[in-house]
DNA sequence: TTTTGTGTTGGAATCGGATTCCAACATTAG
DNA sequence: CTAATGTTGGAATCCGATTCCAACACAAAA
């Protein structure tokens, strides 16, 4: 797939928007020519199809996604600051682009069907989750793990349905907001903070 | 929708497994007609569509949920023991139809445009969590949550992301390891437990 | 500036699959 | 034994995705 000409690129989002609406099944490749205002023909020069579309959109949010969380991750301070950084720098792709999320999430399976979206959505969650885990164990700033990528997978799945949650329902929570409820969940717990209450 | 035929209600289940692995769309009638064993213009006779086909598998799965998360909220003990019952009630349905939850989350955009279904999604997952969140903070055993909604819709998350990866890569990973990791997680929270650590 | 390659675009032609229709037959409640 | 309801095969339709094609715009190259 050539890189798509920026003029085009500029005007493909305004798709998202519709598929989040209506899921890709119910969205015409006309409605998709309407809305962003490239002709039929033209989309289908430059795309396999409806599903490649979906795939383009997909992969640029991912994208983004990865790109912020990879500086978060790369940022100085302990690795639950940084892990901090990573859930703020999560949420805040996701509240920019809510259209995008709704479309990624209502066609989940598709996207992770495609391989090259497989691995953009692991590249870009759990993977940086999983490291932090690991230095947060060395450098001491969070419990060691028993299973990191057991532990990354459930942080994703906790970060991400917030995320979503405000995404659907449109929400002007701030993400600092929103950033906080799951730092607090994931950091402290449930659980009040008396002695023993540990398994036994 | 009058209720499946017994008979046929046994068979339609056999989709769902090529639901989850192909998705809704790319699975034909014909091809759920050959794996239920149901011809085509039987299919037509109880369902208006492939959509309405994947719906009653999923309102399904909802309800089975719902039921025994029913139980786990009703159960004796403290908000605390019960949540991590709940927690045990959901992923022991989920490992137990793992072909249903793949779908589920595969095609989930459908699932929650579809007002019935959102409605069993919710009764499923969020408001039991959601009361138990406040039963806790009433007899002590749960930190107060300052927003049980949010915080049952991220619990939500940590848990169901965590029964999907398994049903995914179809792990034998038995269900009390998973719950002891989720419930580990949720309720004792990612940080040491050092005095001040606290949000300052 | 003529040539050539690439991107644009409208509209016709195809194709595949969903859904609808219909008629014959089976089963079951009354 | 009927009537109502469930089953089923196969034809007929419909719709929308995708493919094809030809005309045209534009820009770089000769």
Redesign the interface.
């Known amino acids: 797939m050539k890189p798509l000409p920026v003029q085009l690129a500029s005007k493909i989002y305004a798709a998202s928007e519709l598929i989040a609406e209506?899921?890709?099944?119910d969205t015409k490749i006309e409605d998709i020519a309407e809305v962003t205002g490239i002709p039929v023909s033209t989309l289908y020069y430059h795309f396999r199809g409806k599903a490649e579309i979906l795939a383009f959109l997909l992969n640029d949010l991912l994208t983004a996604i990865a790109a912020e969380v990879g500086v978060a991750v790369e940022s100085q301070g302990t690795a639950?600051e940084r892990?901090t950084r990573v859930i703020r720098a999560q949420l805040s792709v996701m509240l920019q682009n809510p259209a995008s999320c709704?479309?990624l999430?209502?066609?989940?399976?598709?996207a992770?069907?495609l391989p090259q979206l497989a691995g953009a959505l692991s590249a870009a969650f759990y993977q940086p989750v999983e490291q932090l885990?690991r230095d947060?164990a060395d450098d001491?700033?969070?419990?060691p793990?028993?299973?990191t990528m057991?532990?990354a997978?459930?942080?994703?799945?906790?970060?991400?349905?917030?995320g979503l949650?405000e995404a659907?329902v449109g929400s002007q929570r701030p993400m600092e907001s929103?950033a906080?409820?799951?730092?607090?969940?994931?950091?402290?717990?449930?659980?009040?903070?008396t002695f023993d209450e540990?398994?036994a």
């Open positions: 209506r899921g890709l099944d639950r892990l709704r479309a999430v209502g066609d989940l399976g598709r992770t069907r885990l947060g001491g700033s969070l419990l793990s028993e299973d057991s532990d997978v459930m942080i994703f799945g906790a970060v991400t349905v917030a949650m659907v929103i906080d409820a799951v730092a607090r969940l994931l950091f402290d717990g449930l659980a009040p903070r540990t398994h």
